[in-house]
């Protein structure tokens, strides 16, 4: 998995089952640079989602045959997509349904007609910060692997041991046990 950069292209994946809205808000998108993939089945959702590798989701909330909450709890079974930014496009939601919409998995809410500056706004935010959020978690897990195989290496050739602060024994790995004669067992807790 490639992640993008914070320099490369937006790649949003746009989701109404009303095709003349869908081409409107794409056209706009697209004049401001960012890649739209368009999608007006929800039965297309889990083909569609890999293949065009979206930064983020738009999606209308009231749709016929499935819902946008129903496509963000879709979306969020997937680790891959746990941290794509979504937002939810309404015509009209009360309190209750856009916290519980929000529980699915659902970043911002924009009410239609949409305001083409305030969603370019949210959608270079949301992508930004969520860019950076995988970097970060790719350098740590990455981290994690090197420190792993270092442990692993240490382990075969060193002799280890790790003592709490009254210098009882709380590790011992098996080059230790090997060299003293002792399970680790026997040693663990011993001065």
């Given amino acids: 998995l490639v992640r993008p950069q914070l320099t490369d292209p937006i790649r949003a994946l746009l989701i ?16 401001e640079g960012i890649e739209v993939t368009t999608l007006t089945d929800p039965m297309k959702l889990l083909e569609v989602l890999p293949e065009s590798e979206p930064d983020n989701v738009i999606t209308d909330v009231n749709m016929a045959g499935c819902t946008g909450v129903e496509f963000v709890q879709m979306i969020r079974q997937y680790e891959a997509y746990a941290m ?17 919409a929000l529980l699915q998995g ?19 935010a949301r992508v930004e910060r969520s860019r950076v959020i995988n970097g970060l978690n790719d350098n740590l897990k990455n981290a994690l692997r ?10 075969q050739h060193d002799i280890v041991s790790s003592t709490d602060v009254s210098g009882k024994i709380i590790y011992v790995n098996d080059k230790f046990c090997d060299i003293s ?9 011993k001065n």
């Fill in 84 to 100: 794509i930014p979504i937002i939810y496009l309404f015509g009209s939601l009360d309190a209750e349904e856009q916290r519980n």
């Fill in 146 to 155: 090197e420190n792993d195989f270092q442990l692993n290496t240490m382990n």
């Fill in 16 to 31: 109404d089952d009303d095709e003349t809205t869908l081409l409107v808000l794409a056209t706009r998108l697209q004049a």
């Fill in 181 to 189: 004669g002792y399970t680790s067992d026997e040693l663990i807790g």
């Fill in 106 to 124: 659902g970043d911002k809410f924009i009410q239609k007609p949409v305001d083409t500056k305030q969603l370019l706004a949210i959608i270079k």
